[in-house]
Nanobody
């Protein structure tokens, strides 16, 4: 079982910046994709950004140009730099990893971090 450990987040005024980090530990064969999701009260969890092992990235329209996702050189840690934050960005942010394990090379498993709160005040 892999484990995702998140850090960062907190509270900031609108226009400010925050950063999130997530480290993947435990047995992995191949990490296929790393990403960040968020869930605001009363809303469904939504994709914020993702990065693949070839460094290709994808962002939700609501954060394009403001957020930047990156990964470390070993592709076992993912980061989210959040700039020009808005009150609508307030949510619990979850790290996500799509991982293939050696015992099942034809399959992959979704792992989630515990979530970290980001609060943006107006």
């Amino acid at each position: 079982q892999a484990h995702l450990e998140e850090s960062g987040g907190g509270s900031v005024q609108a226009g400010g910046s925050l950063s999130l980090s997530c480290e993947v530990s435990g047995p992995t064969f191949r990490i296929n994709r790393l990403g960040w999701y968020r869930q605001a009260p009363g809303k469904q969890r939504e994709l914020v950004a993702e990065i693949r092992s070839d460094d290709s990235t994808k962002y939700s329209d609501s954060v394009k140009g403001r957020f930047t996702i990156s990964a470390n050189v070993h592709y076992n840690a993912v980061f989210l730099q959040m700039n020009t934050l808005k009150p609508d960005d307030t949510a619990v942010y979850f790290c996500n990893a799509d991982i293939t394990h050696e015992i099942r090379p034809w399959d992959s498993v979704q792992y989630w971090g515990q979530g970290t709160q980001v609060t943006v005040s107006s």
